[in-house]
DNA sequence: GCTCATTTAAAACGACTGTTTGAAATTATC
DNA sequence: GATAATTTCAAACAGTCGTTTTAAATGAGC
């Protein structure tokens, strides 16, 4: 016999113990399709869709086991729904508000004009609003919805990619005539980092924050975060395009 | 009876199918250990690590089932093992290259300051580094790495949070110096937000590139792309800290 | 009260999971 | 070449998984 690595003993389940799941929580929607969507939504933020079970949504939710496909088909379905719930108003709402300004603009280009701080404030409102509204509900959306962005099944990028595409071209599109000076593909490689700060921020589960002495005793809330957030992305969205000097100034001198 | 949705007829895995696993793909290193290090990397990068089940990695490195615990212990220790091996050299890279910026600032302030930009360069150049030296496991490494940063598995997170203490604490205490006018906070944050940007850029899974529009037959190269978006971070880290006016103005307009 | 569609309940199905075992094969050491 | 340590192998273990099935309970319309 040997050892090439000092095993565990025992055989430790890694996933969620169902056996200390408590069978009601907080979960109070009356109807049992809402139960589930409520359970699910915590769970699968907590755990992710694989370490998440079916056993373990339905008894959070003080449901039977069955009713989980009995009224959602399948645990893919029942995560696309947790998903559409939310996050399809909270897009139209994005776009209805991008609409309003740009109507403003138009009415009136000199007082209101669509600039850049506009534009991103028209995606961020609507996170807010869902941030503010639903005080537990909607804050463990928005750290899975950042969660997903990175989730490699296939079939929750496929989802999300239709469910952002319209909203992401009105957006790509108003970027694009508030920043005349930028190249086109410049503009969506930036709207495509304004996304990755923005789900790495709404996640809020990144490793900067269990690293010790980063606002160790202060509960940032959302609003104050995203404050944070604007003026960094602004700057960056504005930013001169990288000079050819610089470039190669960049990656030889190591 | 009755539906409440249509029910799929047959049970259809959701994983990758074992069955369908190539015994030998471009697994080619000689040792065991190796053979399932590679698998392993390209596996988890694609299906995530809970998708992931070891058969499917020992079957694509054509080795034992029981090789992968009697090498590693575990799973879990497996997937610690595919990113100490490429992630502790690449942050020991940065930190060195760092000190190499500072060491040179320090003896000649006027002719080499430590900007942004050098510092920002400090945290990719090691990862463009690794991106080219091994063509094809770097990139696999680099999208994995992308989306464990918003991986929920508890140690996961603590694993990374270990590995990247110590080049992160350097780095805010540079940025730091590299940006007086900047509150130390508002820089942890900024710092927060170059991350996000980055692992999100890296891990190259985003749901902006499957819409249509969006570069559609360029293939970039992962060194245009930090081009990219180094002007934009840059920009990012040196805009003014929101004024009051700003912060105002921002939210209640809507 | 009866009929009918809708919803819930308990139990089982087949498949897949990480891990362990004990013997065979291989490699190194003397 | 014999002995010992290391590594590989096939097989099994004890569970959990998503899903389906069957029957019981519930509700509405008349």
């Known amino acids: 016999m040997n050892t090439a690595v000092t095993q565990k003993s025992p055989q430790i389940s890694r996933l969620a113990d169902i056996s200390a799941a408590k069978p009601i929580e907080k979960i109070e929607a009356v109807d049992t399709k809402s139960r589930i969507l409520d359970a699910a939504e915590e769970l699968f933020m907590e755990h992710g869709f ?15 086991l069955a009713a989980a496909n009995y009224h959602f088909g399948s645990k893919e379905e029942l995560f696309q729904a947790v998903f559409t719930r939310r996050l399809d108003p909270m897009n139209r709402d994005r776009v209805t508000l991008l609409s309003a300004y740009e109507a403003a603009a138009s009415a009136n280009p000199k007082i209101n004009p669509l600039t850049c701080e506009k534009i991103i404030s028209a ?132």
Chains 1, 2 share one sequence.
């Open 50 to 64: 694989e370490a998440t079970s079916l056993r373990l949504i339905t008894t959070a939710a003080n449901v039977n």
């Open 123 to 254: 995606m961020f409102i609507p996170a807010l609003k869902m941030a503010r509204d639903q005080e537990q509900g909607g804050k463990n959306f928005l750290r899975l919805l950042g969660r997903a962005y990175a989730d490699p099944a296939p079939f929750i990028r496929e989802f999300l990619s239709s469910q952002y595409a319209e909203m992401l071209g009105r957006f790509r599109a108003a970027f694009g005539r508030a920043l005349p000076h930028i190249p086109r593909e410049e503009v969506s490689w930036r709207l495509h980092f304004v996304m990755g700060a923005l789900s790495f921020t709404l996640a809020g589960t990144d490793v900067l924050k269990m690293i010790a002495q980063f606002h160790p005793n202060e509960v940032e809330n959302d609003e104050l975060l995203l404050k944070r957030l604007a003026p960094f992305l602004a700057a960056g969205l504005r930013a001169p395009v990288g000079s050819a000097g610089d470039d190669h100034q960049w990656f030889n001198e190591a």
